[in-house]
């Protein structure tokens, strides 16, 4: 470093902050205090390519943007799955505890499942409130290995498949638009000022394209050559004539030249470039002649930002038309970093993104008890994470071990929890192979990622303006799952104010029971609710009288989905072959063992039967007693005799019914609506299809309504709800709650079991597990059983720490017999 240098950035770095404070508008300012509470969600799969019929695994990372630490935030994660035709096939209702949750999709033909490239996303209704920025998108590859290669692609907007025969060895090319832009390094180009000028070349979805060229002036005068060096991206040097206009002949893999424009020209104006000089980051402020001369010992305010939250500020004179500085990496976190430029007014004159790398000192290992393995035995993996000193890491990790299927890349260039949350997160659009700019391997990904960062873009409309975003945010928190409504009365639309709406929920033997009063309006809700599975919901109203009244207009109870944006897309020559690879080696491994599909060893669904008694399970919980007309048995002349016949100790007349231990009616159900007298002697008998009786503590399940017990009739085909008389003050229907999620299945071979003696074991997943936590000790170990093929197996674990450190770790093993 030369002494000139030197001394300039001592000066640099001696200016007092005072100033800078001073310069910023209230707005900017506020940042520094009060950043909105932003989610990030992220989804670690157990795998990126399903065959139809297998499970999809995942587990979520909910965090806060700004530290990367886990946000115990939302309770709701909206996870949808879409199909190559732009519809979401499937939807789940995660619950997040702590920032984590977890669940699955079988991927099943009833789901209309077949080959092709299908979008996993998932966000909370609080991101909502910022467009769709922070929605997490992961694409993933569903083939059938008994079939022939299917591919999807768009054009035209149209849905075209293209079958490729075995016989047919050829490349079926993309044949979209190829797209070239070219981006000066800090937005625009100044006359007279040297500038680095990124450019990028993709196709019409996004793939990278490889291109070569050449710069003219307006002379049509060569100036600089220029080549794409990775995933169709690049850059040359480029410093503009006074009065010259510039366009670039571009050559596109076909051999067609194109002609592209560069972007104007400015007379005035600064600059701001990043070059990298002994392991430092040198930041340059450039500009012309013409501007010092318009704007003579100009102060320029430098704010440096990552996620919104400023780590670096300074004002400075600007007397030359270049000043240099080292930026202070150190003070920043990991992650991509903002550098903007702003004049004595707070205008933004120019910005840079650079990527902050981070040594965090800290140790996750992976460690299998061999190398390599035979078919169906145990495995014993060690997981390990301390820091430097040795002490234990407080993490969360989940891990997947998948059988590689003939693909043996060392690395795997799809999104995982690093590149996530410390990039792709963070920057406009797909990012294309993004864990490639996190492979340690790769010697030039850090140079890559910097040409990513010139052209790709920032997510800066939403940093820049989140001293507002506080005050528009419509999409509330969804702190627990919530049942809202009114209650208005039976004829017109006027709210019934001061009703009490009692509900009962029935789910998995567990009741709860909640009241509330309806407000003026007539609104009612029941909120931060928490249950798995279906569940039975009852509904009542009364008046101030405690009489029965009024009618329920229920809310939606989840929102409905985004818009979808996804659209299938043709894959590169290089997935495509992934693709197939994957699909023969699960083709040969049915081969191999002489099975068809069926008999694969797959996801196991385990349930537990209930022991039988002398109760029935029920929708309201469990029934004293049960009855279920026999198809040739005695027919009944009406209800009453035949409940008289059919319920033991129960005395029915077309006046009244009730237990013979009980002085007053019991509370009557016709599919799941209460009913009176008049409306239950209306019913056929040959229309029952049930009856239940809960005379016990059974029917406090129905509050006070259920003092003397419950009868509930069932019709066929839901008759009686369709009769012309009906009760709208009460409503008994089922509703979903969060996914009810499942443990996944890995067989014991140390004790066999005879059901599945008999399949083969070629499950591509072997093991996954959403939640492994490192003990006091920082380390734990987990043990699962191989499948019976030779191959080679991938372990995946991802996570992160308690202080934001997103951890990614890969191992691999043999099994072979």
């Not at 499970?55 to 943007?65: G, N, Q, T």
């Not at 490729?164 to 180009?189: I, R, W, Y």
């Not at 080292?326 to 910005?351: C, H, M, V, W």
């Not at 023969?584 to 022991?611: C, G, H, M, S, Y």
Request: charged share 20%; glycine share 6%; with cysteine.
């Amino acid at each position: 470093m030369t002494k000139k240098l030197f001394y300039l950035l001592v000066f640099f770095f001696s200016i007092p902050t005072i100033n800078f404070a001073q310069q910023l508008s209230d707005s900017i300012q506020k940042t520094k205090t009060t950043p909105p509470e932003i989610e990030k969600v992220y989804l670690h799969t157990d795998n990126n390519y399903y065959t139809v019929g297998e499970s999809l695994w995942y587990k979520a990372y909910s965090v806060y943007a700004y530290t990367n630490q886990l946000f115990d935030h939302s309770k709701i994660l909206y996870v949808e799955l879409l199909s190559p035709e732009s519809k979401i096939i499937s939807r789940n209702i995660t619950n997040l505890e702590g920032g984590l949750g977890h669940g699955d999709f079988i991927l099943a033909d009833s789901l209309g499942i077949k080959p092709g490239t299908y979008q996993l996303r998932a966000y909370t209704n609080w991101m909502r409130n910022y467009g769709d920025d922070f929605v997490f998108k992961k694409e993933i590859q569903i083939i059938t290995p008994n079939k022939e290669n299917a591919i999807l692609s768009k054009e035209n907007n149209n849905t075209k498949t293209i079958s490729k025969s075995k016989k047919d060895n050829s490349k079926v090319e993309n044949t979209a638009a190829v797209l070239v832009d070219f981006f000066p390094e800090s937005g625009s180009l100044v006359e007279d000022v040297i500038s680095n000028v990124a450019f990028k070349a993709t196709d019409s979805y996004g793939n990278p394209i490889e291109i070569k060229g050449t710069i003219f002036d307006t002379n049509d005068k060569p100036i600089t050559l220029f080549k794409s060096i990775h995933d169709g991206m690049g850059k040359f040097i480029l410093q503009p004539e006074k009065n010259q206009k510039y366009y670039a002949k571009v050559t596109i893999p076909n051999n067609e030249e194109v002609k592209i424009n560069l972007p104007e020209i400015q007379k005035t104006g600064y600059t701001l470039s990043v070059n990298k000089v002994d392991e430092k980051k040198i930041v340059s402020i450039k500009t012309n002649a013409a501007t010092l001369n318009q704007n003579p010992d100009a102060d320029l305010t430098l704010i440096c930002t990552t996620r919104g939250i400023t780590y670096f500020e300074g004002t400075q004179p600007l007397k030359d038309t270049k000043l240099s500085f080292i930026l202070p990496e150190e003070n920043f976190p990991e992650g991509i970093a903002q550098i903007t430029l702003y004049d004595k007014l707070s205008r933004p004159q120019s910005e840079r993104l650079v990527y902050i790398e981070k040594n965090n000192d800290i140790t996750v290992s992976l460690s299998t008890d061999k190398k390599q393995y035979t078919p169906k035995e145990k495995v014993n993996l060690s997981v390990s994470a301390k820091d430097k000193q040795g002490n234990p890491l407080i993490a969360n990790f989940s891990i997947a071990a998948t059988d590689t299927n003939g693909i043996n890349e060392n690395f795997d260039n799809t999104l995982n929890i690093c590149s996530y949350f410390l990039m792709a997160s963070d920057i406009k659009g797909k990012v294309h192979n993004p864990n490639y700019y996190f492979n340690n391997s790769n010697p030039a990904r850090l140079n890559h990622l910097d040409l990513l960062l010139l052209t790709q873009g920032w997510r800066d409309f939403v940093w820049k303006k989140f001293p507002n975003l506080n005050n528009n945010q419509n999409f509330k928190v969804e702190k627990g799952i919530s049942i809202t409504g009114k209650v208005e009365n039976l004829f017109g639309t006027t709210a019934k104010e001061n009703n009490q709406v009692q509900m009962i929920l029935l789910n998995n033997k567990a009741t709860a029971m909640l009241n509330d009063t309806t407000d003026v309006n007539g609104k009612f809700e029941f909120n931060n609710i928490v249950f798995k599975g279906t569940a039975t919901m009852l509904l009542n109203t009364k008046n101030q009288k405690g009489k029965n009244s009024g009618e329920f207009v229920l809310d939606s109870i989840y929102n409905q989905p985004i818009a979808v944006d996804f659209k299938g897309y043709y894959p590169l020559n290089y997935e495509e072959n992934k693709i197939t690879q994957i699909k023969t080696n699960i083709r040969n491994k049915n081969i191999l063992f002489n099975i068809p599909e069926e008999n694969q060893l797959k996801d196991v669904i385990i349930t537990a039967k209930k022991k039988k008694d002398d109760t029935t399970e029920s929708r309201y919980g469990f029934a004293d007693f049960t009855y279920i007309p026999e198809e040739k048995g005695p027919r009944s002349s009406n209800i009453f005799i035949l409940l008289q016949i059919a319920i033991p100790n129960l005395t029915a007349t077309a006046n009244s019914v009730r237990f013979n231990r009980y002085n007053g009616p019991p509370i009557i159900l016709v599919d799941g609506i209460e009913t009176d007298m008049d409306l239950l002697s209306s019913i056929s008998t040959d229309d029952i299809a049930k009856i239940e009786a809960i005379k016990g503590p059974g029917a406090a399940v129905f509050g006070s309504q259920g003092a003397n017990g419950a009868l509930i009739i069932y019709t066929k085909l839901g008759k009686g709800s369709t009769t012309s008389k009906k009760v709208f003050h009460s409503i008994a229907m089922p509703i979903d709650g969060y996914q009810n999620t499942r443990f996944f299945y890995s067989p014991d071979y140390s004790q066999p079991n005879p059901l599945e003696k008999d399949k083969a074991d070629i499950r591509n997943t072997l093991y996954w597990n959403p939640y492994v936590q490192p003990d006091e000790k920082g380390s734990t170990t987990i043990s699962y059983y191989n499948n019976e093929v030779d191959t080679t197996v991938n372990i995946n674990l991802e996570g992160i720490t308690n202080n934001g450190i997103p951890i990614v770790v890969k191992s691999s093993y043999q099994i072979k017999k």
